[in-house]
Nanobody, 115 residues
Framework: QVQLVESGGGLVQAGGSLRLSCAASRSIFSFNAMSWHRQAPGKQREMVATIYSGGTTEYGDSVKGRFTISRDNAKNTVYLQMNSLKPEDTAVYFC?????????WGQGTQVTVSS
């Protein structure tokens, strides 16, 4: 069993920055990967960023060059640094742990970017 808790969401102005955190209830060392996804009302859920067990990363086209995913194994936490935020980044951001069994999801944290 894995519990994921996101935090760090809030209201920011366009061009600003925000850092999201995803804290896991146990070591993230054994996870195949961890990902950040986002979903706005009425829109398809979008993969934003993924970090694999070996440390490689993958980003959605819409956030490349602006967002950075990282992890701190000692703290069992994955981060999403979001810079140069745009109004279209407004969404609920979810953390996903990809494991051997069924994947786990956090409850999400709201990010709102104003013009």
């Amino acid at each position: 069993q894995v519990q994921l808790v996101e935090s760090g969401g809030g209201l920011v102005q366009a061009g600003g920055s925000l850092r999201l955190s995803c804290a896991a209830s146990r070591s993230i060392f054994s996870f195949n990967a961890m990902s950040w996804h986002r979903q706005a009302p009425g829109k398809q859920r979008e993969m934003v960023a993924t970090i694999y067990s070996g440390g490689t990363t993958e980003y959605g086209d819409s956030v490349k060059g602006r967002f950075t995913i990282s992890r701190d194994n000692a703290k069992n936490t994955v981060y999403l640094q979001m810079n140069s935020l745009k109004p279209e980044d407004t969404a609920v951001y979810f953390c996903e742990a990809i494991v051997t069994g069924p994947n786990y999801w956090g409850q999400g944290t709201q990010v709102t970017v104003s013009s």
